[in-house]
């Protein structure tokens, strides 16, 4: 069994954490759990990272040494309510959401290692 590299899936997570990718990745995440679907991001050992649609992951026992994590969702219950585009909704409850958000994304990943 290939074991986990934390130091170098560490640094793909905090890259991805500072990126344009995670916010992008969240509101595709969000979109897609309308069609029950979702979006992970791949975290590669050399430090990269790229977010997947669930369904282009495949067989994760192809790549051992990478860690897929699921994005988290922003709510959208209220997007109905909102006056202005899902866009702009999607923006303001980011803002106001991201460090949750990374948290949880750290969280996730620091359970891996438990």
């Given amino acids: 069994m290939t074991r ?4 170098g899936l560490q640094t793909a997570l905090e890259s991805f954490l500072l990126s344009a990718d995670f916010k992008a990745g969240i509101f ?3 979109r897609a759990k309308r069609q029950k679907t979702s979006y992970v991001v791949e975290l590669m050992p050399e430090g990269r990272y790229r977010v997947l649609w669930e369904g282009q992951v495949g067989d994760k026992n192809d790549s051992p040494s990478h860690l897929f994590l699921n994005l ?4 959208d219950k209220d997007l109905t309510l909102w006056r202005g ?3 702009s909704y999607f ?11 990374v948290n949880q994304l750290r969280d996730t990943f620091s359970k891996c290692w438990k």
């Fill in 28 to 30: 595709s995440n969000t």
């Fill in 91 to 101: 923006n303001h409850d980011f803002a106001t959401k991201q460090p949750d958000l």
């Fill in 4 to 7: 986990l590299d934390p130091v």
């Fill in 85 to 87: 585009s899902e866009e």
């Fill in 72 to 75: 988290p969702l922003l709510e």
